[in-house]
């Protein structure tokens, strides 16, 4: 009888547990009163297996051979 009712307990609480919500889900919006437009976009060309950013201070350059750098 014991075994049967932890085990009814036990199947009881799945259901929260395996909710398909997260803590992160909701609306992301931007804020265009904060967005600095005079700034320029980074340019970041791949070439020959290397990403470059000129645009940024220093410039970086970056293999894109997929680990981590």
Do not use: Y
């Not at 014991?2 to 909710?19: D, E, Q």
């Not at 967005?35 to 020959?48: A, E, F, I, Q, T």
Request: charged share 20%; aromatic share 4%; glycine share 8%.
């Amino acid at each position: 009888m014991r075994k049967l009712a932890l085990a009814t307990l036990a199947l009881s609480s799945l259901p929260p547990l395996c909710s398909g919500q997260s803590g992160l889900s909701c609306t992301w919006r931007v804020d265009f009163q904060l967005v600095d437009w005079s700034r320029k976009p980074d340019v970041m060309p791949l070439v020959g297996g290397t990403c470059e950013c000129k645009t940024r201070e220093p410039p970086v350059s970056i293999k894109a051979d997929g680990s981590d750098q």
